[in-house]
């Protein structure tokens, strides 16, 4: 079981930023495709971003030109960065770690919660109008 802490998030105000850290200690991130979900109360779990082991990067219609999800190997590190934030961008935000090494990008970026099988416990991101 890999264990993945993410920190950063919190309450802004409308048109804020906030930016979303993951870590994942001892962990080779480096063969997974990595992504943010999010969750909110009644609602389904959504995928947000997710980027591959190379790099390249998919987002949900709602986050694209405002989000952004970047990585770093070498540090087991995943970040999401959130500008011009919105009300409907609250959630519970939650690092994942893809269950297979290797996927491709073009199943990576289908972002399904269910090819994702490390978890961590989230982090509240509020925004208020």
């Known amino acids: 079981q890999v264990e993945l802490v993410e920190s950063g998030g919190g309450s802004v105000q409308a048109g804020g930023s906030l930016r979303l850290s993951c870590a994942a200690p001892?962990?080779?991130?480096?063969?997974?495709?990595m992504g943010w979900f999010r969750q909110a109360p009644g609602k389904e779990r959504e995928g947000v971003a997710v980027i591959s082991r190379d790099g390249k990067t998919s987002y949900t219609e709602s986050v694209k030109g405002r989000f952004t999800v970047s990585r770093d190997n070498a540090a087991n590190t995943l970040w999401l960065q959130m500008n011009s934030l919105k009300p409907e961008d609250s959630s519970m935000y939650y690092c994942a770690a893809d269950s297979s090494p290797w996927r491709p990008f073009q199943l990576c970026q289908r972002m399904a919660a269910a090819d994702f099988g490390d978890w961590g416990r989230g982090t509240q991101v509020t925004v208020s109008s």
């Open positions: 001892g962990y080779t991130t480096s063969r997974y495709c």
